[in-house]
């Protein structure tokens, strides 16, 4: 036998090997040895909860590969769509396969007018345009009932195909929606970005051409974020597919998680951070309160990356190309100040705290015209693929239905009191 570890229960003296496998151990063999007794594990950070082939991070060495293909390759040199086709299908698309795959994307776009007409028009006018997204996506699945057909491989791919190419759409006329803008059709002789683009800013010109630099970093931005592994709305997405629900409402769900400031919302606060500073001068006295309990810095450190994220490195090059564009963010010198005093100090060295990717994505939205409240719904449009790809592979692995146990902590079993005497 390889690597493996063995377990005894005191209690008996009864012991079991378990083999080393990917880094994990079966369960199976535990629940064997020791039933009734349940692993203890908050918010699943020890536990692999499935095995799967889409994407690597190793957190200590600051690597992150989609189907074994390094972010740094795929960012420079691929395309969204086409890493899209890599998370679903696991290998990269020939020339045909691209363009079949382009195709199909590009003509799903349009959403249904009754979806436009009187689903978003029912909004209250303020209504924030992530809450409007989860719920536009959950009420696709009543246009398309077939939906529910998950065996079906056509069936499946047409929602896939449906799913990654509307949610732009959904994304933008969300925005318009709650700024007082009227929709915005699709253009489909545009790329997949510079369509998105499109619906968001178009006015009155026939034709909306954004400026190339802006919509190719966009789509290197939304391929840092298609996929990253068993995160909370990954998570999400596979604990409500396991139940066999239809893929827009396990997309909804998978919004819904990342809807909450804790997964979605970073980017966000690093623009709060950075405006509260108010001024480079100001960063010394910053990172000195923070060393001191009295406040947190936003944009470092990561959950898994216990060394540089691999993401920053390349979104950071992509702020400069976009900064040439737009003119600098006023907010840049401030994070650039704070970048370099930070990495300076053992404190933060010592915790690894390093910038991870929404230390500039935020920055970057901003700077392109985004507000703040469309930093997550810019989030979700490309995390639909990495939802998808897992969402397809648990169903292809026949995966049970998520139930995880529980350590009761309540009363013991205790008589009925009637009102009347308590």
């Not at 002789?189 to 954004?210: C, G, H, I, Q």
Request: charged share 20%; with cysteine; aromatic share 12%.
């Amino acid at each position: 036998m390889g690597e493996s570890i063995t377990i005894t229960d005191n209690r008996t003296g009864e012991s079991v090997e378990i083999p080393i496998e990917y880094g994990g151990i079966s369960s199976e063999p535990f629940k064997k040895l020791l039933p009734g007794v349940w692993f203890e594990d908050e918010a699943f950070t020890a536990t692999a909860a499935t095995r799967s082939a889409i994407t690597d991070i190793d957190g200590d060495a600051g690597i992150l590969r989609y189907r074994g293909y390094p972010i740094e390759q795929l960012a420079e040199h691929s395309t969204y769509l086409e890493v899209a086709y890599l998370l679903i299908f696991g290998e990269l698309p020939t020339t045909e396969q691209l363009e079949q795959w382009t195709h199909d994307i590009t003509y799903h776009t349009y959403i249904h007018e009754n979806m436009r007409k009187r689903f978003l028009e029912g909004f209250h006018y303020d209504a924030h345009p992530m809450g409007m997204l989860v719920s536009s996506v959950a009420a696709l699945s009543t246009f398309y009932e077939n939906a529910k057909d998950i065996f079906d491989e056509e069936v499946r791919y047409k929602q896939i195909t449906r799913l990654i190419a509307k949610m732009p759409t959904l994304a933008a006329a969300a925005y318009r929606f709650s700024v007082g803008m009227p929709f915005v059709y699709p253009d489909n002789s545009l790329s997949f970005s510079a369509n998105f683009l499109s619906t968001m800013w178009k006015v009155a010109e026939p034709r909306y051409d954004a400026n190339p630099a802006l919509a190719k970093a966009l789509d290197v931005l939304f391929i840092l974020h298609a996929d990253h592994e068993q995160n909370c709305g990954t998570t999400a997405m596979r604990v409500v597919g396991s139940s066999h629900a239809d893929p827009y409402s396990a997309t909804a769900a998978a919004a819904a998680a990342l809807y909450g400031p804790r997964h979605g919302g970073a980017n966000e606060a690093v623009i709060k951070m950075l405006t509260e500073i108010g001024s480079p001068d100001n960063v010394p006295a910053f990172v000195e309160s923070v060393k001191q309990g009295k406040g947190r810095l936003q944009g470092f450190g990561h959950r898994v990356y216990k060394n540089y994220d691999p993401r920053a490195q390349i979104i950071k090059q992509t702020a400069d190309e976009v900064f040439e564009v737009t003119g600098k963010n006023p907010l840049l010198d401030i994070a650039l100040k704070l970048e370099e005093v930070a990495l300076s100090d053992d404190y933060f060295i010592s915790r690894k705290l390093y910038p991870n990717v929404d230390f500039y994505s935020g920055l970057i939205y901003q700077a392109m015209g985004f507000p703040t409240e469309m930093f997550t719904v810019l989030f979700a449009i490309p995390r639909t693929a990495g939802w998808l790809a897992h969402w397809q592979e648990l169903i292809e692995q026949d995966q049970r239905i998520a139930r995880p146990r529980q350590l009761y902590t309540g009363a013991g079993e205790r008589p009925y009191v009637p009102i009347s005497e308590r």
